[in-house]
């Protein structure tokens, strides 16, 4: 029963920076595995970023170099910080977590809107 509450979209214009936090409940979060996913609208759904139980990040190719994706296991809470921020960043942002067995939770999503 994992859940995951996903907050800190907004709307900036182009160049701004927001930080994501996804705050995480139900389970022992410093065995999970996270990711950052966007959805652009009339797109599918798209892998951002991921950060290993170990704290190792990887990103897409269209977001490296411009975001950060962290955690914080006492806290709960996965962070994503987006610099240089694009108008093709525009989405829907989700969190994602998968435990050791592969068992994966989504939350609701946050928008992000950047403006031109």
């Known amino acids: 029963q994992v859940q995951l509450v996903e907050s800190g979209g907004g709307l900036v214009q182009a160049g701004g920076s927001l930080r994501l936090s996804c705050s995480f409940s139900?389970?022992?979060?410093?065995?999970?595995?996270m990711a950052w996913y966007r959805q652009a609208p009339g797109k599918q759904r798209e892998w951002v970023a991921s950060i290993t139980s170990g704290g190792s990040p990887n990103y897409s190719d269209s977001v490296k170099g411009r975001f950060t994706i962290s955690r914080d296991n006492a806290r709960n809470t996965v962070y994503l910080q987006m610099n240089s921020l694009k108008p093709e960043d525009t989405a829907v942002f989700y969190c994602n977590s998968r435990n050791p067995y592969g068992a994966t939770s989504w939350g609701k999503g946050t928008l992000v809107t950047v403006s031109s």
């Open positions: 139900g389970s022992t979060i410093a065995i999970y595995a």
